[in-house]
């Protein structure tokens, strides 16, 4: 199994930045997607976007598409979320992920998963 461990979860006013970062205990770059999902309680965990190995592509669901910026240090085994213009929508815990396959948006189907990172936009 791989170990992921979220950070840089906080308060922010809306409009506002933060990014996210998802430390592995493997070298990640070229080997795996990695996904981010998030989750408020009482809902369903969604996908909000996805890499591909090596950085070559990703995709992102929704209205984050033009906001959160997903990418994988390549020197490091850390994968990074940059949120911009957050919404108070955009409130939940935030989680890295790795898929069993490749990218998708079914929860499901990923098979390591960190504790999560709260994010809250006022």
């Known amino acids: 199994d791989v170990q992921l461990v979220e950070s840089g979860g906080g308060s922010v006013q809306a409009g506002g930045s933060l990014r996210l970062s998802c430390a592995a205990s493997?070298?990640?770059?070229?080997?795996?997607?990695m996904g981010w999902f998030r989750q408020v309680p009482g809902k369903e965990r969604q996908g909000v976007t996805c890499?591909?190995?090596?950085?070559?592509?990703?995709y992102y669901v929704g209205d984050v598409k033009d906001r959160f910026t997903i990418s994988i240090d390549t020197a490091t085994k850390t994968a990074y979320l940059q949120m911009n213009s957050l919404k108070p929508e955009d409130t939940a815990m935030y989680y890295c992920?790795?898929?069993?396959?490749?990218?998708?948006?079914?929860?499901?189907?990923?098979?390591?998963w960190g504790q999560g990172t709260q994010v809250t936009v006022s």
């Open positions: 992920a790795i898929p069993r396959s490749d990218c998708t948006n079914n929860p499901n189907l990923y098979s390591d």
């Open positions: 493997i070298y990640i770059y070229r080997s795996y997607f």
């Open positions: 890499i591909w190995p090596g950085g070559r592509k990703a």
